[in-house]
Each structure stands twice: as structure tokens, then as C-alpha cells.
């Protein structure tokens, strides 16, 4: 019953913009810790971005500080992953994960600190 789904990847342009969208059915995002990672070919999962909900405090991979920012709507339904500046090398699946009830981190990073993930969305930034 619990899902997360992605949506608002693209192809765009290097230096354009897109919002990445995270709604979840089934459970909301309060006392959750929402991520956003990134898995590009032959790589490995990516972390990109956190909102932490107990916290209120928001974390960014050094790749993308200043130039992707996170936020959440009021309903605590939807989280937001504004993307800015894009760059070829941001091109990935970007998926979207929520941590569990007892799962905790002072700083969710990992795979493993999430219980829920979506199916992904593509982001494909080109030269």
C-alpha cells in the first residue's frame, strides 16, 4: 500500500532547470526522513539530497550544493527536488526513498537508511 512516485524528468539542456516531484500514497512524510539518490550507468547509487522532518534540517552531496534544493509541500505528501544548473554529469535515474518507522540517522546518506523507495524518473541533460 505504501508508495512513492517520481515524477518530472526530462531531457533538458545543460544549464537548464527541473523539479522533481515525490508523492507518496499510504503513509505522509511526517516523522519520515525523505531522500532524493541518483544511479547513473555502471555507477552506483548516488546520494543527493535529504529533508529531515524531526530536524528540520536539509542536506546536500557537495556535486549539487548550490544549485539543487529540496523542499516539501504542506500536506507533508509531496516532497520537491528543484534542480538547477544541470550539468551532463546529473544525468541519472533519480529516485526518490523514505525512511521507516524506528530507522535513524543524524545524517541518512546511505541506501540502508531508507525502508521505501519509488520506481525512479529519468534525468537526461545534454551537451
Known amino acids: 500500500q505504501v508508495q512513492l512516485v517520481e515524477s518530472g524528468g526530462g531531457l533538458v539542456q545543460a544549464g537548464g532547470s527541473l523539479r522533481l516531484s515525490c508523492a507518496a500514497s499510504?503513509?505522509?512524510?511526517?516523522?519520515?526522513?525523505v531522500g532524493w539518490f541518483r544511479q547513473a550507468p555502471g555507477k552506483e547509487r548516488e546520494f543527493v539530497s535529504v529533508i529531515t522532518w524531526s530536524g528540520g534540517t536539509t542536506y546536500f552531496a557537495d556535486s549539487v550544493k548550490g544549485r539543487f534544493f529540496i523542499s516539501t509541500g504542506n500536506a507533508k505528501s509531496t516532497v520537491y527536488l528543484q534542480m538547477n544548473s544541470l550539468k551532463p554529469e546529473d544525468s541519472a535515474v533519480y529516485y526518490c526513498?523514505?525512511?521507516?518507522?524506528?530507522?535513524?540517522?543524524?545524517?541518512?546518506?546511505?541506501?540502508?537508511?531508507?525502508?521505501?523507495w519509488g520506481q525512479g524518473t529519468q534525468v537526461t541533460v545534454s551537451s
Open positions: 499510504g503513509l505522509t512524510f511526517t516523522r519520515r526522513d
Open positions: 526513498a523514505a525512511t521507516g518507522g524506528g530507522t535513524y540517522s543524524p545524517y541518512p546518506n546511505r541506501d540502508y537508511d531508507y525502508a521505501y
